[in-house]
């Protein structure tokens, strides 16, 4: 174990060996505390401790059969069985655009991830991600394809790990991946001598823990609701400047779980929208989108097939749009629902 100081950071580096006479550690645990000074009130102004695992392959009691489960669209998990082949490592590496896990039934293993990699259970309770692909020789069943790739560049890679029962992981994994992406940026600063007063804050309204909040903007253009007559002015060509649009807010609600992902988390989610933004203004109107903001979801067609679902699944994304006038709305699992919300003008 070694500790370096620092003015502003403590540095804690542990390393792990399987043997006493390994030269290279199986795992390294690096530990980083910020050492700034107190705050005006006396409290730490970071209370933030970082680590940083470094591990691998993981390799666990559990009876997964090799069966692993990876997104390769960061949006829904996919079933990946192992399959036999000559070369059983690269047909058994899947992509990992943000998360992965094993499980038996009890416990699960997850694998988190900053950004996209490969991602393979070689083994049953196994599981191993490719950081960086750097190969310089030919294996047997390449021969007639050159494959080598002589990539000298490095890779930084944040994963983050969670072990633990299925139902505490399934209800930690998708809002810690929502974490992983917005990682908050923690700065330093010396305190003031004058302590100045608080702001008054009004009242937090959150939204319920299945809900992701993906995008709050304000376009600041002018911009038709009807996506072709705002087509038509553009093909008209307008003169001067475009004029700036500031009580229009394009808003966009994600919802995490999947169908049966979580008893509890995975049941459609209500949200009153008027309530929810107040701390910005007095909502006067909501107007449903389409996925990209540009279309009336009112005017849209949408094509539909006839599928073999289970009762409790038909029709859970054919639900009603937003009553016009109203401000409440049911997002249900795995739905993405935008919306420009018109304020009142001040």
């Known amino acids: 174990?070694?500790?370096?100081?620092?003015?502003?950071?403590?540095?804690i580096r542990q390393y792990f060996y399987r043997a006493v006479n390994d030269s290279d550690p199986t795992y390294t645990i690096y530990s980083r505390l910020a050492c700034g000074p107190p705050g005006a009130d006396g409290e730490l102004l970071c209370l933030r401790i970082e680590q940083e695992?470094?591990?691998?392959?993981?390799?666990?009691?559990?009876?997964?059969?090799?069966?692993?489960?990876?997104?390769?669209?960061?949006?829904?998990?996919q079933r990946r069985a192992y399959k036999h082949h000559e070369n059983n490592i690269a047909w058994n590496y899947y992509p990992m655009t943000q998360s992965a896990f094993i499980h038996d039934g009890q416990s699960?293993?997850?694998?988190?991830?900053?950004?996209?990699?490969?991602?393979?259970?070689?083994?049953?309770?196994?599981?191993?991600?490719?950081?960086?692909?750097?190969?310089?020789?030919?294996?047997r069943w390449a021969l007639s394809v050159n494959v080598t790739l002589n990539d000298t560049s490095g890779v930084h890679?944040?994963?983050?790990?969670?072990?633990?029962?299925?139902?505490?992981?399934?209800?930690?994994?998708?809002?810690s991946a929502v974490a992983l992406q917005h990682r908050p940026i923690v700065q330093i600063r010396q305190p003031t001598a004058r302590i100045h007063p608080r702001p008054q804050q009004q009242e937090a309204v959150t939204l319920p823990?299945?809900?992701?909040?993906q995008i709050l903007s304000i376009p600041g253009w002018k911009y038709n609701s009807n996506h072709m007559k705002h087509l038509q002015n553009l093909?008209?060509?307008?003169?001067?400047?475009?004029k700036a649009e500031f009580r229009r807010v394009l808003l966009r609600l994600h919802h995490l779980y999947e169908v049966d992902e979580d008893?509890?988390?995975?049941?459609?989610?209500?949200?009153?929208?008027?309530?929810?933004?107040?701390?910005?203004?007095?909502?006067?109107?909501?107007?449903?989108?389409?996925?990209?903001?540009?279309?009336?979801v009112s005017t849209l067609h949408r094509w539909r097939w006839p599928t073999q679902e289970p009762g409790h699944l038909r029709?859970?994304?054919?639900?009603?749009?937003?009553?016009?006038?109203?401000?409440?709305?049911?997002?249900?699992?795995?739905?993405?629902?935008?919306?420009?919300?018109y304020f009142k003008e001040r």
């Open 263 to 296: 008893p509890i988390r995975s049941q459609p989610a209500t949200v009153n929208l008027q309530s929810m933004l107040r701390g910005l203004g007095s909502v006067v109107s909501v107007e449903e989108r389409s996925l990209t903001g540009t279309w009336d």
């Open 209 to 213: 823990p299945s809900i992701h909040l």
């Open 157 to 175: 890679s944040v994963l983050w790990l969670l072990l633990g029962p299925l139902n505490l992981t399934r209800d930690l994994g998708q809002r």
């Open 108 to 139: 699960r293993l997850v694998l988190l991830s900053e950004q996209a990699h490969g991602v393979s259970s070689q083994g049953s309770g196994q599981m191993e991600v490719m950081l960086h692909r750097r190969l310089l020789i030919r294996q």
């Open 53 to 77: 695992y470094r591990v691998g392959p993981l390799e666990t009691n559990l009876n997964t059969g090799r069966v692993l489960y990876s997104d390769n669209n960061g949006y829904q998990m």
């Open 315 to 341: 029709d859970s994304s054919s639900h009603p749009s937003l009553h016009p006038g109203g401000f409440t709305v049911t997002i249900h699992p795995k739905e993405i629902r935008t919306f420009f919300i």
């Open 1 to 11: 174990m070694e500790i370096v100081e620092g003015h502003l950071v403590t540095e």
């Open 235 to 242: 093909w008209k060509g307008s003169h001067g400047e475009a």
